[in-house]
């Protein structure tokens, strides 16, 4: 099959077997890319028109209790300073992002075991509270179901959690023994059958990845129909293992970003900070390959150097404020126009 075959049968099937997935994902890159791109566009449009929707982000710890091997935050790093902010500092922030415009807000932390489900869901409660039209979206990866019904029950509408590898060898390469594959994967489900929307996602290019592993990940995709779906190219963080591993590659992301837009065509696919690290306009080109969805820091500016994934990242001196001109530009240099509404999954937005 030619080239143009593969991205009209990805169009209209939205699936392709796994010797034809392996095809795309190892294609070389420029005519496949331009197709693939050009039907993501298409696909993109259909649901979300021009649109892009902006979630403000709140890194609310970055103290972890796992030991995730790529992860700059990880326990075992002693080379950095950890924090916590308060429940007067989360608010703050949620208002300050509310007063910008953004209708949702995302919580993202390490697994601080201080924020207990019931100490997270009153966060929640008071944000929803005074902000009644807000989404928030949790990312503060496993726990247990009752943790995850208390948070809900409290007004948590989305979580993201990363499956990271859809390959349990792969899955076991990048974590340590005490983190369970089948624990991750079940988690994605329970969130799923409370009733929350659910992001998962995975790094491209990190450690070990093989091509057969990017398969299983669309074949996953396919299945479980996530909302939502993040994923970014891997980049190196000097304290830990994977430190002299290379960056994923940005190309590749953009490709896996088009087949995820044909697969799921109305998911929530964000254009990730760490697609915009690696390339100053990775997060146009998100956009350009099928993204719909930025989101900018607005954790306090004092503890934005300090929710280092990974080395080099972007947007971690600028205000809220400044971080919303500069997407809007960003977004309309590449046609597109930001929509500060919640942005929920078309399945699940009131019309
Ligand atoms: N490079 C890129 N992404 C990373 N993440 C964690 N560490 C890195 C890294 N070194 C991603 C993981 C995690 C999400 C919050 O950030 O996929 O789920
Ligand atoms: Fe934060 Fe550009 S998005 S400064």
Redesign the pocket.
Known sequence: MSYKDIADKLATDRNLSDEEFLEVICAPFGEIDELLAERAREVREKYYGKDVYLRGLVEFSNICRNN?Y???IRRDNKNFDRYRLTKEQILSCADTGYELGFRTIVL?GGEDRHFTAEIMADIISAIKEKHSDCAVTL?IGEMEREEYEIMFRAGADRY???H?TADKEHYEKLHPAGMSFEHRMNCLKVLKEIGYQVGC???IG?PYQEPRHLVKDLRFLIDFKPEMV?I??????HD?R?ANFEA?SVPLTLRLLSVIRLILPDVLLPATT?LGTVDPKGREKGLLAGANVIMPNLSPTDVRNKYL??DNKICTGEEAAECIRCMERRVESVGYKVAMTRGDHVKYSVK
């Not at 970014?232 to 963080?237: A, D, L, N, R, T």
């Open positions: 995730c790529y992860c700059g993202q990312s993201l959690l990363r990271e996602g995975m790094m990190s993040g970014g190219p891997f980049i190196p963080h830990t994977f994923g760490a994934l990974y």
